[in-house]
Nanobody, 117 residues
C-alpha cells in the first residue's frame, strides 16, 4: 500500500492550496481516509477525514472548519484537501492516512505547506 501526497508549497497569508493523496494497493472507498498535519516541535494534529462507507459528510477539525474541505474521487482513488484562507499557523507537513480497521495503518510521506505572513 502506498499513499502519495502532493501539492504542498509556499504561499502567502490568505491564499489557497490544494493537496492530493493518491492511493495504491487499497481502495479509498473501503477505508477511512484522513489528513493530519504536524508543525515543527508539535504533535501530529488531526485535520479531517472522509469515509465513503458511512455516506456521511467529511469531518473537519474545528481549527480548519469553514476554510478546508475534503473531497474524493473514487475513480482516481484520490483524496483531496482544499485549503482556503490559509494562515501562518497552518504551516506544517501534511500527511494523508488510511484506516481500514481500527487504526490509521498506512501513511503517506507528507507534503510541506508553508504560509508566510
Amino acid at each position: 500500500v502506498q499513499l502519495q501526497a502532493s501539492g504542498g508549497g509556499l504561499v502567502q497569508f490568505g491564499a489557497f492550496l490544494g493537496l492530493s493523496c493518491v492511493a495504491s494497493g487499497l481502495l479509498i472507498s473501503r477505508a477511512t481516509m484522513a489528513w493530519f498535519r504536524q508543525a515543527p516541535g508539535t504533535e501530529r494534529e488531526f485535520v479531517g477525514y472522509t469515509d465513503w462507507r458511512t455516506g456521511a459528510s467529511p469531518v473537519l477539525a474545528e481549527s480548519v472548519k469553514g476554510r478546508f474541505t475534503i473531497s474524493r474521487d473514487n475513480a482516481r482513488n484520490t483524496v483531496y484537501l482544499q485549503m482556503n484562507s490559509l494562515k501562518p499557523e497552518d504551516t506544517a507537513v501534511y500527511y494523508c492516512a488510511a484506516n481500514r480497521g481500527s487504526k490509521y495503518e498506512f501513511w503517506g510521506q507528507g507534503t510541506q505547506v508553508t504560509v508566510s505572513s
